[in-house]
T-cell receptor
Framework: EADIYQTPRYLVIGTGKKITLECSQTMGHDKMYWYQQDPGMELHLIHYSYGVNSTEKGDLSSESTVSRIRTEHFPLTLESARPSHTSQYLC??????????FGPGTRLTVL | QQQVKQSPQSLIVQKGGISIINCAYENTAFDYFPWYQQFPGKGPALLIAIRPDVSEKKEGRFTISFNKSAKQFSLHIMDSQPGDSATYFCAASSGSNYQLIWGAGTKLIIKP
């Protein structure tokens, strides 16, 4: 079944740890996005990719980095987590008409 | 000019009533206006979308009304049900720019 997956769903981690949030989609979409969202609040675009080996930063300044080595995979990495990184991270993909399909999100808590 | 302003921030409607959420934009280059629905603990999901060549689009109980001259569009939920309780986001994008510009969201509560 075509879908978009995010792991882990929940992560509690200590300050200074390196973390990678995984995002994979089986829809063959060329465009992928990472958003940061505090629960129920507005979405902030932090990274996007329009294809393999193409990544750009979004509107919200972020200390995270992304890579796009395969079409279906778009991981987000935080080299050194801080409490200010506590939030929900949503991955999305799209192909036509700007319709974005979202994964279930990763709820990150940094202690 | 890139902003999409959404109101109200929160809305309480009685079961069976009409829920109305409004959005306004400035960028006249926007040509795609979707509404997303998000339940707690889930990612947003596309509910309905419209392009500026029509003034209204209806899908079941959900209707988008679009006013090009006023640069406004709104979501109407007819016969609102408790299961419609969620956060709703409007958004807009233009042409070849595949990024969506998001509204701030409206938390809708339907009281039984």
């Amino acid at each position: 079944e075509a879908d978009i997956y995010q792991t882990p769903r929940y992560l509690v981690i200590g300050t200074g740890k390196k973390i990678t949030l995984e995002c994979s989609q089986t829809m063959g979409h060329d465009k992928m996005y990472w958003y940061q969202q505090d629960p129920g609040m507005e979405l902030h675009l932090i990274h996007y990719s329009y294809g393999v080996n193409s990544t750009e930063k979004g509107d919200l300044s972020s200390e995270s980095t992304v890579s796009r080595i395969r079409t279906e995979h778009f991981p987000l990495t935080l080299e050194s987590a801080r409490p200010s990184h506590t939030s929900q991270y949503l991955c999305a993909s799209s192909v036509l008409l700007n319709e974005q399909f979202f994964g279930p999100g990763t709820r990150l808590t940094v202690l | 000019q890139q902003q999409v302003k959404q109101s109200p921030q929160s809305l309480i409607v009685q079961k069976g009533g009409i829920s109305i959420i409004n959005c306004a934009y400035e960028n006249t280059a926007f040509d795609y206006f979707p509404w997303y629905q998000q339940f707690p603990g889930k990612g947003p999901a596309l509910l309905i979308a419209i392009r500026p060549d029509v003034s209204e689009k209806k899908e079941g109980r959900f209707t988008i009304s679009f006013n090009k001259s006023a640069k406004q569009f709104s979501l109407h939920i007819m016969d609102s049900q408790p299961g419609d309780s969620a956060t709703y986001f409007c958004a807009a994008s233009s042409g070849s720019n595949y990024q969506l510009i998001w509204g701030a969201g409206t938390k809708l509560i339907i009281k039984p």
